[in-house]
Nanobody, 132 residues
Framework: QVQLVESGGALVQAGGSLRLSCAAS??????????MGWFRQAPGKEREFVAA????????YYADSVKGRFTISRDIGKNTVYLQMNSLKPEDTAVFYC???????????????????????WGQGTQVTVSS
């Protein structure tokens, strides 16, 4: 069983930056072959995809709304995934969730990285609030 714990959420002014971390536990190799993703959920809205990274870190994917502002990365040795968020906007305010999957993010011509249902494990979330 893999446990995911997010951290780094905070209140920040528009235009500011934050780095979220997602630490995985459950065995030293628990996330080695797992794709990782970040999702967010704003009040009254459905959870939406933000970014994902392949198990090797060689492939990254972003929602159009964050492309060019957010960067996902991972440190396999530390079992940690990061989300660097720059140029934050009030509309980025949400609870951010980390997720992990053993399923491929891309398979036979179809991308699955933004699909909630492929992720096997979820963290409890961390609040990001961007003030205007």
């Amino acid at each position: 069983q893999v446990q995911l714990v997010e951290s780094g959420g905070a209140l920040v002014q528009a235009g500011g930056s934050l780095r979220l971390s997602c630490a995985a536990s459950g065995g030293t190799s628990s996330t080695y072959a797992m794709g990782m993703g970040w999702f967010r959920q704003a009040p009254g809205k459905e959870r939406e995809f933000v970014a994902a990274i392949s198990w090797s870190g060689g492939s990254t994917y972003y929602a159009d709304s964050v492309k060019g502002r957010f960067t996902i990365s991972r440190d396999i040795g530390k079992n940690t995934v990061y989300l660097q968020m720059n140029s934050l906007k009030p509309e980025d305010t949400a609870v951010f969730y980390c997720a992990a999957t053993r399923k491929p993010l891309y398979y036979r011509g179809t991308y699955y990285y933004s699909t909630n249902s492929i992720y096997d494990y979820w963290g409890q979330g961390t609040q990001v609030t961007v003030s205007s």
